[in-house]
């Protein structure tokens, strides 16, 4: 239960550290099972952290476009 506080507390962090003058760089976040990789997602999601995420159970096409989202920059989190 303390790794999803201390994530979202390094996110929320590091987000404040770009400062409002600056675009949100992007953030990759790694899981060891599609399982977490949801719940992370979702965690986030409630956060209100804009997140995209490819797993191995998605479509190619999907994860093709998460991935092109992310590098278009309207995912600033991508988790994987």
Excluded at 24 to 32: D, E, H, I, K, S
Excluded at 55 to 60: E, H, I, K, S, Y
């Amino acid at each position: 239960m303390q790794k999803p506080r201390k994530l979202i507390r390094y996110v929320t962090k590091v987000r404040a550290e770009e400062g409002a003058t600056r675009r949100p760089g992007p953030m990759l976040v790694f899981c060891t099972k599609i399982k977490t990789v949801k719940f992370v997602v979702e965690f986030l999601q409630q956060h209100k952290v804009r997140v995209a995420s490819i797993r191995g159970d998605m479509p190619q096409a999907a994860r093709e476009r998460a991935l092109r989202d992310f590098r278009a920059g309207k995912f600033t989190t991508l988790v994987r």
